[in-house]
């Protein structure tokens, strides 16, 4: 079984300014990992995935993530950001074996001007 | 092309009652999954169709709740006898063969009174 710890719950940020969004997790086998983001009453969209390959992984919307293997994270950063993407974003974990997606708790993104 | 499409997208309900939720996945794909949002618990694993094979339900938490996959495509997830911690958002998602990215649908906001 698989664990996401995501280490912030709320992340305030000024427009322009960038933002890392902290991403943990525990597996006993290989794993993808994921990035979601949601919007206000809307369901989750995805920003990156990484499966294999670079471990710096570029999404949409500008956002990017890099794995880290021997610290197990996958932390989420933009180098700056706008009022539209405050939104909460959620780290998922699947295994290999049957891609159930284990996700973190969130963290609520809000950029103020 | 369309998205994952859920209905009702809200639902409100009497404890006790039952009530049936309708995902349509994107055409074509083959794994369909249910998840709940709550905020008690978050984002968590209910239930995985792929294909033919027997649905993975080691996400249900009671005997309450149950799904059905028809004809590989619509899923309907039932509660029965809902209670008042049944009240989540329930996210549907489906994936082209179950090892690539889900896509989830907007979700069904269930209030049970």
């Known amino acids: 079984a698989q664990s996401v710890t995501q280490l912030d719950s709320q992340v305030p940020v000024f427009e322009e300014a960038p933002v890392e969004l902290r991403c943990n997790y525990s597996?006993?086998?290989?794993?993808?990992l994921f990035w979601y983001v949601q919007y206000p009453n809307q369901g989750l969209q995805l920003l990156l995935k990484?499966?294999?390959?670079?471990?710096l992984v570029k999404g949409i919307n500008g956002f990017e993530a890099e794995f880290n293997k021997s610290q197990t994270s996958f932390h989420l950063r933009k180098p700056s950001v706008h009022i539209s993407d405050t939104a909460e974003y959620f780290c998922?974990?699947?295994?290999?074996?049957?891609?159930?997606?284990?996700f973190g708790a969130g963290t609520t993104v809000t950029v103020r001007a | 092309g369309a998205g994952v499409s859920q209905s009702p997208s809200n639902k409100v309900t009497e404890k006790g009652k039952d009530v049936e939720l309708r995902c349509d996945p994107i055409?074509?794909?083959?794994?369909l999954y249910w998840y709940r949002q709550s905020l008690g618990q978050g984002l968590e694993f209910l239930i995985y169709?792929?294909?033919?094979?027997?649905?993975?339900k080691s996400g249900l938490p009671s005997d309450r709740f149950s799904a059905e996959r028809t004809g590989g495509s619509v899923s309907t997830l039932t509660i029965q006898r809902t209670q008042q911690e049944d009240s989540a958002v329930y996210l549907c998602?489906?994936?082209?063969?179950?090892?690539?990215?889900?896509?989830f649908g907007p979700g069904t906001r269930l209030t049970v009174l």
């Open positions: 998602a489906s994936s082209l063969d179950g090892t690539d990215t889900q896509y």
């Open positions: 597996s006993s086998v290989s794993v993808y």
């Open positions: 990484y499966l294999s390959g670079s471990t």
């Open positions: 998922a974990v699947s295994d290999l074996r049957d891609y159930k997606l284990s």
């Open positions: 055409s074509g794909h083959t794994a």
């Open positions: 169709f792929q294909g033919n094979s027997a649905p993975d």
